[in-house]
């Protein structure tokens, strides 16, 4: 069965220093790859995704992921990060496209941002 | 575009009474819609899905049911809330062929 690992449930950064959330999967086969950020009390906004191809994926607000099989990762990175970005991240695993394809959630990573 | 919308943000409902939550969607036919419940520290867990008009599959076990009275509705109810119901529901649809997902706003269902 496919799973998501978020090993970090609470990071703290200071504003303008990089960043990086670590998301590591379980999937027999290609893994359709997501990251989404959730701001206090709102709903989940897609930040990037990963199907096929190039495994440098660039998303919405600066943000980047990269694919790694070997390691089974999928890794979230911001060069510079902004106050603004203070939020809970999701990593998530799709089970494929057809009537299903549900997605399968990390248990999320809460970002703190120090000015 | 496509749009979600679902509602009340906020809902404060005592043990036993029923619960009806609802999710519509807007400029997309024939969506997947998914109901999901996070809890603190616990991520998205799935509720139900549903891949059409009164198809519904159940992922848990529990106190919930969904509906889906129309192709863009999709309910949530409850016939008797237990405080363990207390939680943030999320509604979430995606195209047959996509397969990314879209998030409603949510709500937060206190149970007293």
């Known amino acids: 069965a496919q799973s998501v690992t978020q090993p970090d449930i609470h990071i703290t950064v200071s504003e303008g220093a990089s960043l990086e959330l670590r998301c590591n999967y379980s999937?027999?086969?290609?893994?359709?790859l997501f990251w989404y950020v959730q701001s206090p009390g709102q709903g989940l906004q897609l930040l990037l995704k990963?199907?096929?191809?190039?495994?440098l994926v660039q998303g919405i607000k600066g943000f980047e992921a990269e694919f790694k099989r070997s390691q089974s990762s999928f890794n979230l990175r911001k060069p510079s990060v902004h106050w603004s970005d203070a939020a809970e991240y999701f990593c998530?695993?799709?089970?494929?496209?057809?009537?299903?394809?549900?997605?399968?959630f990390g248990k999320g990573t809460k970002l703190s941002v120090k000015p | 575009s496509q749009t979600i919308h679902q509602w009340p943000a906020t809902l404060v409902q005592p043990v036993g009474s029923p619960l009806s939550l609802e999710c519509t969607v807007e400029?997309?036919?024939?969506?997947?819609l998914y109901w999901y419940r996070q809890a603190a520290g616990r991520g998205l867990q799935l509720l139900f899905y549903?891949?059409?008009?009164?198809?519904i599959s159940s992922e848990v076990p529990q106190n919930l049911s969904a509906s889906r009275p129309q192709d863009r509705q999709f309910i949530l109810s409850s016939k008797k809330l237990l405080l363990s119901d207390s939680g943030f529901y999320l509604c979430?649809?995606?195209?047959?062929?996509?397969?990314?997902?879209?998030f409603g706003q949510g709500t937060r269902l206190t149970v007293v």
């Open positions: 400029g997309t036919s024939n969506p997947n």
């Open positions: 979430a649809w995606r195209i047959l062929t996509g397969r990314e997902a879209f």
């Open positions: 990963y199907f096929s191809g190039d495994t």
């Open positions: 549903s891949i059409g008009i009164d198809q």
């Open positions: 998530a695993v799709g089970a494929g496209g057809g009537s299903q394809g549900n997605l399968i």
């Open positions: 999937y027999g086969a290609t893994p359709y």
